[in-house]
């Protein structure tokens, strides 16, 4: 009996310290996850290769299945077209559009998946072609063409304006946009620049017919602003967008 009743204490006392020990790895274990952190494969990493038919299109660098790092894309001879470069699945840095000889064509600023900064664009010579300015994705009045000489162009045409003014027989103030030059590749707005870019969300688009913009202001009867801003988006020689600003007094103070 002496003998069993010390082997069953035994026994116990093994239960207990096992116990013990069981429960003073658990919590080490506990602290060790607490000071470690990691991040899950949540997907493909590599590069991917897209096809069309036996050709290769793109090409995709990819980390835990968000891009990250190069992405390449192709003429179907096979050639360099594009090449942007993806932070945690946002394009950033320089993106690059390449002729086909592989010189480079255009090059875009890019912070956070969104254009910033000045866009360049350059003839088959390496020379300059153009300047474009960007903010936040939105266009900025700074722009530069240059000629394959290297030369500064010069002498784009201005915003004409004629006044129709019904304002005392028909409440009616008319303004008619054109061009100095003629040119009918234009689109008129109607507002300002905002914080230096121009957002077409906070302009009005002004029918165009033929070159010829209308914008026609209604007596109110309601105090308003004595002038009113006009932005001019005219289509270059060179296929670029040139903006030009005109700021148009008006001589009554209730016009819509």
């Known amino acids: 009996m002496k003998?069993?009743?010390g082997s069953l204490i035994f026994v116990i006392a093994l239960l207990f310290a096992s116990g013990c020990g069981g429960n003073s790895t658990s919590k080490k274990n506990q602290q060790t996850?607490?000071?470690?952190?990691?991040?899950?494969?949540?997907?493909?990493?590599?590069?991917?290769?897209?096809?069309?038919?036996?050709?290769?299109?793109?090409?995709?660098?990819?980390?835990?299945?968000?891009?990250?790092?190069?992405?390449?894309?192709?003429?179907?001879?096979?050639?360099?077209r594009q090449t942007f470069w993806y932070t945690n699945g946002l394009r950033t840095d320089s993106a690059r559009w390449y002729y086909e000889d592989g010189r480079v064509f255009r090059t875009t600023p890019y912070v956070n998946d969104t254009i910033e900064g000045i866009q360049k664009q350059f003839y088959r010579t390496g020379k300059i072609k153009?300047?474009?300015?960007?903010?936040?994705g939105l266009r900025t009045p700074f722009f530069e063409e240059y000629d394959q000489n290297g030369k500064l162009v010069s002498g784009y045409p201005s915003v004409i304006v004629n006044i129709?003014?019904?304002y005392k027989t028909k409440g009616l103030y008319r303004i008619s946009l054109g061009l100095s030059d003629k040119s009918t590749k234009v689109k008129f707005y109607r507002g300002d620049f905002s914080a230096g870019a121009f957002d077409t969300t906070q302009c009005k688009s002004i029918k165009v017919i033929k070159g010829i913009g209308t914008?026609?202001?209604?007596?109110?009867?309601?105090?308003?602003?004595?002038?009113?801003?006009?932005?001019?988006?005219?289509?270059?020689?060179?296929?670029?967008?040139?903006?030009?600003?005109?700021?148009?007094?008006l001589p009554y103070n209730d016009l819509n």
Do not use: C, P
């Open 33 to 80: 996850g607490a000071d470690t952190s990691t991040v899950a494969d949540t997907g493909y990493t590599g590069i991917k290769q897209y096809m069309s038919g036996q050709n290769l299109i793109k090409e995709v660098t990819f980390k835990n299945g968000i891009r990250e790092g190069l992405m390449k894309s192709f003429y179907q001879n096979g050639k360099l």
């Open 130 to 136: 153009a300047k474009i300015g960007y903010k936040k």
């Open 3 to 5: 003998i069993l009743s």
């Open 164 to 166: 129709l003014d019904q």
């Open 215 to 249: 914008l026609d202001l209604k007596k109110t009867g309601t105090s308003k602003s004595v002038s009113v801003g006009v932005i001019g988006e005219i289509l270059t020689s060179f296929g670029n967008k040139y903006l030009v600003y005109k700021k148009i007094d």
